[in-house]
C-alpha cells in the first residue's frame, strides 16, 4: 500500500539519518516549494489583473514576504504548545469578536474591524486560525468516534464563533470558519447516522436562515446567482461578466495583458475576488488546469502531512487546515464560474490582500510544525 | 489526561484515515466538477461567450459625413459647417441624470433655456443617441469638463460640424436651414444613413437637395470599456462628403431686392429666363435660419410662427396673390390666339362695361375711362374695358386653357418643395367646389386677374419669362447642377407651350411692344415711377390687386383703409426687350412701388453688365 511505503520512507528519513536541514529548522521544503511556485504565478497575474500597477504587486510581495516570515514563525511552535493553549486561545478570539460587535470600525456596510493605534485587524481572520487548533484540540481529547455529548459541546465550539461573525455580517467568512470547525469533526469519526440525520436537518435549517439571519443583501446575491440575468445591470453584473471572461479565454487564452475583460473594466474586482477571471481569459483553460495542478499538489502534500501526523491533535489540525484550503478554492472557483453565489471569497495565495494571504500561510505553518516535531519512537503501527 | 488510558490509538488512527481517504475522493470528485464547468464555459461555450465579450469592447461608431456646403452664383458661401464643440449626454450610460445635471452646472453655466431643450431633445432622442446639452463650448469649458469626465458617466465633448448661415436672413427661405431630426422625420429617413448625423433640410435647398448635400457615412469600430469611452480605434472607412451645391441666386441681386423692399412685405423673384435659373428670390420679412440648426426654443419660434407678418412664410413660392392686370399680357395674347379680336379692333371706354340684361357696372381704374382703345393700347395703359368687353367672346374654357399653358394653376416644379400651385378658375372647378355653374360675370373679373384667380410671384415671373423667350418654356430652378435623382422628382404639372409657340410671332411682338411701352411711352403705367434715366429697353406690366371688394358706386380712400386691407402692388417685367437676360415679378403686400423694387433689381443686375459690354469708359449716373 502506498501509505505504508510512505511511511516506510519517513522512517528511513527520520531514523537512518541525522535530522536534515529542514528536521532543525521545521520547514517542509515540498510543500514550501509548491507555495512559492503558487504565490509567484499570482504575482504575475496580480500585475495584469491591476492593469500593470507595479506597486501593488510591490505590496503583495512585501506582504508575502511578511507571510512567509510568520509561517517560518509559527511552524516552530510544537504542536503540544498549540494544544494546551488552545482554549486560551478560543476564549480571546471570542472576546475579540464581541469587541468588534461593540467597538469595532464600519466599513462597506459591515462591522469586522477592530481599530489599534497604527494599524486595523479583522478578528474573524484569527478565527480562522483558531477554530481547527480548538476543535482539535478538543476532540483529541475525546474517545473517537465521539459521543453524543461530545457532538454537542463540538456543535456550541462551532457555532459561538460562527454566530458571531455571520452578525458582523460576513457570511463568506463564517462559512468558511464553520467548515474548518465541522471537518475536525467529521475527520474525528462523526458517526454516519448524525451526519445523514444532519442533511435531513439542513432543508428547514436553511428556511430559517433564510428568513430570520441573513439580510437583504446576502439574499439577494443569493438570487442573484440563481438568475442573473434578471438584474443584468446591478448585482447580476459580476457573474455575467466574469462568466463571458472566463468563456473568452477558451482553450489557450488571449495571452498576458490581453484580457480585454479585466483591462477594459467590465470585470469587476479582477484583481481580489474574481482574479481567477483574469487567469481564464488571459491564460484559457490551459492555464486554469495549471492553477489546479499546482493547488493538487499543495493540497496532496497537506494530506500527506495528515497521514503521516504521529498524534491525533496533529492529525486532526492538519486535516482541518487542508479540508479548509480546499473550500477556499472550491467557493471561490465556484462563485467565479458562475456555479455558487458570489460571497466573496478570495482565491487563496492569488488575489490580491495581505490579510488572508498571512492566515492561509501562517496555517501552513502549522502543517510544517506538525511534520517537523514528530517524535518517530511515538509512531505505532 | 484520564480519556487517554481509555483510547486505542491504533483504531482512532484507521478511523481518521479512512475520514481522510473519504475527503480526498470527495475533493478529486468537486474539483472535477470545477475542471468540467470550466471546460464547459472554455470550449463548449466558447464561440458564443468569445462573441459576448466582443460584443462588450467593440463598438461600431458612425462617422457622420460633412454636409455639403452651398455657394450663390459668385462662389460666395451660403451655407456651411463650421466646428462646434459639444457637450452631450448618452441618457443609457447614466443613472441619475438630474444629478449628473447639477455636478455639470457647477463645472459651467447652464441656462434654464438650454435644460429645457436639453430634455425637449432628450424626449425625441433615439436609444442611445448622444443627447448636446451644450454647444459652443470654449476651450476652458472643455478643459474644465475634462478633468471632470471620470465622474460624469455618459458625458462626453465631441466636435461636430454645424451648420452656419453666414447671410442670416437673406436666404432663409430659398437655401432654407437644417434642423435635428425629430419623430417625424425618423419615420421617414434612412436610419442607415442618418447614423451619427443630428441634423436634415427642413426647409428651401437644404430639404430638396438633401439626399446630395447629406453624403455617406463613414463607420470606425472602436474598443470601449466598460464606461462607454473609446480608447482606441481598430478599424476606419471613411466617410463620403455631401456634394457641394452651386445656385444660380446672386447675393448683389438679393441685397438689392431687400434693400429696395425695405420693411415693406411682398415679394421678389428675379430670374434668367434663358436658363430658368432663380437669381433672387425674396420673402420679407425674413428670419434668422441659424436659429433652428441646433433647436430652436418654444419661445422664439412661437414669437416666429405667431407673428402677424408671417416671417417663416416663403411669399415668393407659397403666397398665392390675385395676379391682376399683370396678367394682362397673356390674356391679349389669348384673345389673339382665339381670333377674338385683331391688333387694330377697337372699343370705345367710358369708363365702365355693362354685361346685357344686368346692372352691374364694372369699371375702369381710369374711372373717366380711356376712349377708343385698341390691345396694344390696353396693355399700355392697363385698360379694363377692353378686356371687360372681349372677356364674353374669349369664354371661360379658352381663357383656361390658353392661360393654363403659362403655368397659371400649376406648380411650376422648381426644386424647392415649398411652393403653391395658384388657382386658375375653370367651369369644372367651380362646379366641384361650389356646386354652382359658371356665371359669365366671373369671366369678366378673371380676364383682368381678380375674383377667383390666384397666382405665385414664382407663377407670374414664370408667365413673364415665356413671353420674353417668345413662347419657350423654361423651368424655374435655384441649383445650376444637373442632379437627376433630386430633380427628377420635382418636375411639376407639365404645361403645354405648343400652341404658344404656333401663335404668330408677329402676336409676341406685339404684346411685348405694348409691354415696352407700359414703361417707356408717357401714357404707360409705369412710365412716371421707372421710365425715366433707364439705360435699357424694359418691358413691364403693372397691376393693383384690391384686397377687400368696393361696394357698388363707392369711392374709397386707400388712406382711409386700414394697412391690411389697401391694396396690394405687384409688377412684373423683363429686360432688355432685345435680349432678354432678366425676368422679375414683384409683389407688394398693402403698399405701392413695386415697379420701383423691380428697377432697382434690373439695374443692379443689368448696368455693370451693359456698360461692360458696350466697353464704355463714361460712367453715367
Redesign the interface.
Known amino acids: 500500500m502506498a ?1 505504508q511505503d510512505f511511511v516506510r520512507q519517513i522512517n528511513l528519513d527520520g531514523i537512518g539519518r541525522a535530522p536534515g536541514l529542514g528536521l532543525r529548522w521545521h520547514i517542509d521544503f515540498v510543500l514550501l516549494g509548491f507555495l512559492l511556485l503558487l504565490c509567484a504565478s499570482g504575482l504575475f497575474l496580480l500585475y495584469s489583473a491591476t492593469g500593470q500597477d507595479l506597486s501593488v504587486v510591490i505590496r503583495q510581495a512585501t506582504y508575502l514576504g511578511i507571510s512567509l516570515l510568520a509561517m517560518l514563525l509559527v511552524s516552530q511552535i510544537p504542536p503540544r504548545v498549540l494544544m494546551q493553549s488552545a482554549k486560551w486561545f478560543y476564549t480571546g478570539g471570542v472576546l475579540l469578536l464581541l469587541a468588534v460587535l461593540l467597538f469595532g470600525v464600519h466599513s462597506k456596510g459591515a462591522q469586522r474591524w477592530i481599530q489599534l493605534p497604527g494599524f486595523r485587524f479583522q478578528p474573524s481572520e484569527i478565527i480562522k486560525l483558531i477554530m481547527p487548533i480548538t476543535m482539535a484540540a478538543f476532540l483529541a ?5 465521539p459521543s453524543l455529548k461530545d457532538v454537542a459541546l463540538s456543535l456550541l465550539i462551532v457555532a459561538v464563533p460562527v454566530v458571531l461573525i455571520a452578525k458582523q455580517p460576513d457570511l463568506g467568512t463564517s462559512i468558511l470558519i464553520g467548515s474548518s470547525g465541522i ?1 475536525v469533526l ?4 462523526l458517526r454516519k447516522r448524525i451526519i445523514f440525520s444532519a442533511i435531513c436537518m439542513a432543508v428547514p435549517s436553511i428556511y430559517i436562515l433564510w428568513h430570520f439571519f441573513m439580510y437583504d443583501y446576502q439574499k439577494r446575491r443569493v438570487l442573484t446567482f440563481l438568475n442573473p440575468e434578471s438584474d443584468p445591470w446591478g448585482s447580476g453584473w459580476n457573474i455575467i ?1 466574469s ?9 489557450d487564452g488571449k495571452g498576458w495583458l490581453m484580457g ?2 479585466s483591462h ?3 470585470l469587476p474586482e479582477s484583481h481580489t475576488d474574481f482574479i481567477l477571471a483574469v487567469l ?1 481569459e488571459e491564460f ?2 490551459v492555464g ?2 495549471t492553477l ?1 495542478t499546482t493547488y ?1 499538489l499543495i ?1 496532496g502534500r497537506g ?1 500527506f502531512i ?2 503521516n501526523a504521529d498524534t ?1 491533535f496533529g ?2 489540525l492538519a ?1 482541518s487546515i487542508t ?1 479548509t484550503f ?1 473550500v477556499y478554492i ?1 467557493v471561490n ?2 462563485m467565479v ?3 455558487l453565489p458570489v460571497v466573496g471569497v478570495p482565491l487563496p495565495l492569488v488575489s490580491r490582500g495581505g490579510t488572508s494571504l498571512i492566515t492561509l500561510l501562517v496555517g501552513f505553518g502549522f502543517l510544517m510544525s506538525i511534520h517537523t516535531h514528530r517524535s518517530f519512537l511515538g509512531v ?1 503501527h | 489526561m484520564p480519556q487517554d488510558t481509555l483510547k486505542d490509538h491504533g483504531a482512532e488512527k484507521r478511523l481518521v484515515n479512512t475520514r481522510i481517504w473519504v475527503a480526498v475522493g470527495l475533493m478529486a470528485l468537486l474539483g472535477m466538477g470545477l475542471i468540467s464547468r470550466l471546460f464547459y464555459l472554455q470550449v463548449v461555450r466558447y464561440n458564443e461567450l468569445s462573441t459576448q465579450s466582443d460584443e462588450n469592447r467593440l463598438l461600431l461608431q458612425p462617422i457622420p459625413p460633412t454636409r455639403g456646403l452651398i455657394y450663390d452664383t459668385n462662389c460666395k458661401l451660403l451655407a456651411m459647417n463650421t466646428p462646434s464643440h459639444i457637450l452631450s449626454i448618452v441618457r443609457e450610460q447614466t443613472r441619475d441624470l438630474e444629478g449628473l445635471l447639477a455636478s455639470i452646472s457647477a463645472l459651467l453655466p447652464l441656462s434654464e433655456g438650454e435644460l429645457h431643450r436639453f430634455h425637449q431633445r432628450l424626449k425625441r432622442r433615439r436609444p442611445y443617441e448622444a443627447v448636446p446639452l451644450k454647444f459652443d463650448l470654449t476651450e476652458e469649458e472643455i478643459a474644465r469638463i475634462t478633468v471632470n469626465l471620470f465622474r460624469l458617466p455618459g458625458v462626453d465633448i465631441n466636435a461636430e460640424l454645424i451648420r452656419r448661415y453666414p447671410e442670416g436672413e437673406l436666404f432663409a427661405h430659398s437655401v432654407g436651414y437644417v434642423g435635428r431630426i425629430n419623430d417625424q422625420d425618423l419615420k421617414k429617413l434612412d436610419p442607415a444613413i442618418y447614423s451619427g448625423t443630428h441634423t436634415t433640410g427642413k426647409i428651401g435647398v437644404e430639404r430638396s437637395y438633401e439626399a446630395v448635400l447629406l453624403g455617406k457615412p463613414g463607420y470606425q469600430e472602436v474598443e470601449t470599456n466598460a464606461r462607454g469611452r473609446v480608447l482606441r480605434v481598430l478599424k476606419q472607412e471613411k466617410p463620403v462628403p455631401g456634394k457641394d451645391i452651386n445656385l444660380y441666386l446672386d447675393i448683389n441681386l438679393q441685397k438689392a431686392a431687400v434693400k429696395a423692399i425695405g420693411d415693406r412685405r411682398g415679394a421678389l423673384v428675379a430670374m434668367d429666363p434663358k436658363t430658368g435659373g432663380v437669381m433672387a428670390m425674396v420673402s420679407n420679412p425674413s428670419f434668422d435660419p441659424n436659429l433652428f440648426v441646433t433647436g430652436i426654443d418654444t419661445k422664439t419660434f412661437n414669437a416666429l410662427n405667431r407673428d402677424i407678418e408671417r416671417p417663416l412664410y416663403n411669399r415668393a413660392s407659397l403666397g398665392e396673390y390675385p395676379p391682376a392686370s399683370t396678367v394682362k399680357p397673356v390674356m391679349g395674347l389669348a384673345l389673339l390666339a382665339n381670333d377674338v379680336v385683331t391688333p387694330e379692333d377697337k372699343i370705345f371706354d367710358k369708363g365702365w362695361f355693362q354685361l346685357p340684361g344686368s346692372d352691374h357696372r364694372f369699371r375702369n381704374w381710369n374711372r373717366s375711362g380711356h376712349g377708343w382703345v385698341d390691345l396694344p393700347k390696353a396693355i399700355t395703359v392697363s385698360n379694363d374695358t377692353y378686356f371687360y368687353i372681349q372677356a364674353g367672346k374669349l369664354g371661360i374654357d379658352n381663357l383656361h386653357d390658353f392661360a393654363s399653358q403659362f403655368g397659371f394653376g400649376h406648380r411650376t416644379g422648381i426644386d424647392i418643395r415649398e411652393e403653391r400651385p395658384g388657382l386658375l378658375p375653370s367651369r369644372e372647378w367651380k362646379q366641384g367646389v361650389y356646386g354652382e355653374t359658371w356665371y359669365p360675370g366671373e369671366t369678366v373679373i378673371a380676364i383682368i386677374g381678380q375674383g377667383y384667380m390666384l397666382a405665385t410671384p414664382l407663377q407670374l415671373v414664370e408667365s413673364t419669362a415665356l413671353i420674353a423667350n417668345r413662347g419657350r418654356y423654361v423651368q424655374p430652378r435655384l441649383v445650376k447642377e444637373d442632379i437627376p435623382e433630386v430633380q427628377g422628382e420635382f418636375w411639376g404639372d407639365d404645361i403645354e407651350t405648343d400652341n404658344a409657340d404656333d401663335t404668330d410671332a408677329m402676336n409676341w411682338e406685339l404684346i411685348i411692344e405694348a409691354m415696352e411701352d407700359v414703361v417707356h411711352s408717357p401714357q404707360g403705367t409705369a412710365n412716371w415711377r421707372i421710365g425715366k434715366g433707364l439705360k435699357y429697353r424694359m418691358a413691364a406690366k403693372t397691376g393693383t390687386a384690391q384686397v377687400v371688394s368696393i361696394a357698388q358706386g363707392e369711392e374709397y380712400d386707400a388712406e382711409q383703409l386700414k394697412e391690411f386691407e389697401r391694396d396690394h402692388s405687384l409688377f412684373v417685367a423683363f429686360a432688355p426687350v432685345e435680349d432678354p437676360q432678366i425676368a422679375i415679378a414683384v409683389i407688394l403686400e398693402n403698399s405701392n412701388g413695386a415697379s420701383n423694387v423691380a428697377r432697382d433689381v434690373m439695374d443692379t443686375f443689368l448696368l455693370p453688365r451693359l456698360s461692360a459690354r458696350q466697353n464704355t469708359t463714361k460712367e453715367d449716373t
Open positions: 501509505n481529547r475525546r474517545r473517537l468516534p471537518f467529521l475527520l474525528a469519526g461578466q462568466t463571458i471572461a472566463i468563456g473568452s479565454g477558451g482553450v480585454t475583460q477594459l473594466d467590465f481564464a484559457g483553460l486554469c488546469l489546479f493538487a493540497l494530506i495528515t497521514l491525533l492529525r486532526l486535516g479540508l480546499f472550491f472557483v465556484g464560474s458562475g456555479l505505532s
